[in-house]
């Protein structure tokens, strides 16, 4: 699968999430978004820049529960709670917002 | 593809004494393409010796992590009906109480969402919507929360609790399972619908040492309720049992595992300060004996199935507490627990393999309880914990 977005071509999996993490820049992060239903605030590229920092930085999207304390640490205890991650991306944040950050999909089992 | 449904392997799965899934969905296959393609498909796995599901696949409903267990056939052209065949997990009653209404009501919901299958409660204790499509899950999920209803737990969350039918039914509840169970349902709504554990958390709780919900085995957290004083005994129903013919030497004092029951005449004695509380004179005896008065439970950390590491029974972390509401000590010994799982454990292990991971010692002092004798002994032939240092001290005494 793919979208075009100004004239360039972005390759993503089977469930949008895109194939080369270097096509990502902040207007295919709206783009997604959008496609998602999701309305970028600044409260969500909070989340989203974590994410891709934690990525650049070990290769790998956090445990939601690192994501949750790095969160606590960094905005403040109210933004470092499960709940708050859902009302910003309701489909949850490993779904959602790994998505939106250009991340691969997360694998889960059961 | 032709209409007909030819299954011949499946059809022996029909010909034993016992009910057969196959002769269910059969009868369900008349009025749902899902079922018959599920047919189908399982057919051709048992003729080539092969499962033809995907694993896994992210689907769910908005708000929620879990819940939705989401499943792919592996050959969609062949078998369209089951090409989305995703399991809603549907948080069941405590003690498994439905009126007839409620029933119907869910399974019109199921009819028109999904395939209509069910699978009533299976092992997490859920009641099971089993195969829809990706898009009708949030009809789905819409559909029986207006009716009252909520999905039950999945993936690295707080998974459904679960209990015996308790006090509701049966004389053995040391105490309410049912309102233990209905009060962490509520208290930790976010825990079972937003996963971020390391790997599932299961709490069962059963009324009494028979463990009807195998809470020592199949469950993180066993509550097991129990009884601090003495059996309750009532002399003459005993004698009763005597007078009947009924072989108390050996069907009850040969049996007691510590032998701590002696019979003199037609009057039982029962060394209390030796009884493990294995439930066995009392099954056997109902009318003579009882659990006794001071109840409470003991609590078990660590069971699970063998997968990723090996099997693993429950370990007596708490061998009484008063459970009575509003479970301020337990939800203050959960939260300890999981503060501490979550600080020091690794992504998919479970509460047990973090305990043999980081030792029993180790885990007690980071929770916060003080060691005692009873972690060890019960049960006694725990295979994998050995307290040294606790042993000495209880064979001196
Ligand atoms: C490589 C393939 C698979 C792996 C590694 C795998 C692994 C697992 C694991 C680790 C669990 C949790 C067990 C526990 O309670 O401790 C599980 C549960 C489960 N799996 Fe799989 N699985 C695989 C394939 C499948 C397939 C193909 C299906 C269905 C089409 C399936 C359906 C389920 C269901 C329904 C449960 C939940 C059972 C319950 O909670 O009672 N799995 N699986
Ligand atoms: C010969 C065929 C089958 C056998 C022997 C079998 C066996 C089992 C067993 C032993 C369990 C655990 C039950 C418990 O302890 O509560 C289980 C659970 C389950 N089975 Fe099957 N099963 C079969 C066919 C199927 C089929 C065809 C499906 C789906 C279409 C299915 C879906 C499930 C699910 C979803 C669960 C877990 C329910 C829960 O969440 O607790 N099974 N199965
Ligand atoms: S576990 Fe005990 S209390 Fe619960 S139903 Fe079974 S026998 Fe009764
Ligand atoms: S409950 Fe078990 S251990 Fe206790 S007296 Fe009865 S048979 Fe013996």
Not at chain 2, 39 to 50: A, C, G, I, M, P
Request: net charge negative; proline share 5%; charged share 25%.
């Amino acid at each position: 699968m793919s979208f075009e977005l100004n004239g360039k071509v972005y390759e993503t999996d089977d469930d949008g999430y895109l194939v080369n993490l270097d096509d990502w820049n902040e207007e295919v992060a709206g783009y997604i978004a959008q496609q998602e239903g999701v309305d970028m605030t600044e409260a969500h590229w909070e989340v989203v820049n974590f994410l891709r920092d934690y990525y650049q930085e070990y290769k790998i999207a956090p445990m939601i529960k690192i994501l949750i304390k790095e969160m606590k640490k960094m905005f403040g205890p109210e933004k470092g709670s499960n709940a708050y991650l859902y009302q910003l991306y309701p489909a949850g944040p490993a779904l959602q917002a790994c998505k939106i950050a250009g991340l691969p999909k997360p694998t889960g089992c059961v | 593809m032709s209409d007909e449904l030819k299954t011949p392997l499946l059809d022996e799965l029909e010909k034993g004494a016992w009910p057969s899934f196959v002769t269910d969905l059969k009868s369900m296959a008349g009025k749902s393409n899902m079922v018959k393609d599920l047919l189908r498909q399982l057919e051709k796995s048992y003729r080539d010796k092969r499962g033809y599901w995907k694993h896994g696949g992210l689907v769910g409903v908005m708000g929620y992590g879990g819940g939705v267990i989401g499943r792919y056939s592996a050959l969609p052209d062949e078998f369209p009906g089951v090409s989305h065949f995703h399991t809603l997990r549907i948080n069941q009653t405590s003690g498994w109480f439905y009126t007839s209404k409620a029933l119907n009501e869910l399974m019109d919901i199921w009819d028109e969402h999904g395939s209509g299958l069910l699978n009533m409660h299976g092992s997490t204790g859920d009641l099971v919507f089993l195969g829809t499509v990706s898009d009708e899950l949030e009809p789905t999920f819409r559909a029986v929360t207006e009716k009252g209803w909520d999905l039950g737990g999945s993936g690295s969350d707080l998974r459904t609790p679960s209990c015996c039918v308790g006090p509701a039914r049966c004389e053995n509840a040391c105490f309410d399972t049912m309102a233990l169970t209905y009060n962490i349902t509520h208290k930790y709504q976010d825990e079972l619908h937003r996963p971020m554990f390391n790997y599932k958390y299961k709490i069962k709780m059963s009324g009494c040492p028979n463990d009807c919900t195998a809470a020592i085995a199949r469950s993180d957290m066993g509550v097991i309720g129990i009884w601090k004083d003495d059996i309750r005994v009532n002399q003459a129903e005993f004698a009763n049992y005597v007078d009947s013919g009924f072989n108390v030497q050996e069907f009850v004092v040969e049996k007691c595992p510590t032998k701590c029951i002696s019979v003199e005449g037609k009057e039982i004695k029962i060394d209390n300060s030796n009884c493990v509380k294995c439930m066995h004179c009392i099954n056997t005896m109902p009318k003579a004996l009882a659990v006794g008065k001071d109840r409470g439970v003991a609590i078990t950390l660590g069971a699970k199935a063998p997968i990723v590491e090996g099997a693993l029974f429950g370990s007596v972390m708490v061998p009484f507490m008063k459970m009575e509401p509003p479970f301020e000590e337990f939800h203050d010994l959960l939260g300890r627990i999981w503060e501490f799982w979550d600080e020091y454990g690794k992504n998919r292990e479970r509460i047990g393999e973090f305990i043999v991971r980081i030792g029993l010692a180790t885990f007690i002092e980071g929770i916060g309880l003080d060691p005692i004798p009873q972690m060890v002994k019960q049960p006694r032939d725990n295979p994998y914990i050995f307290f040294e240092e606790y042993y000495k001290e209880e064979e001196e005494k």
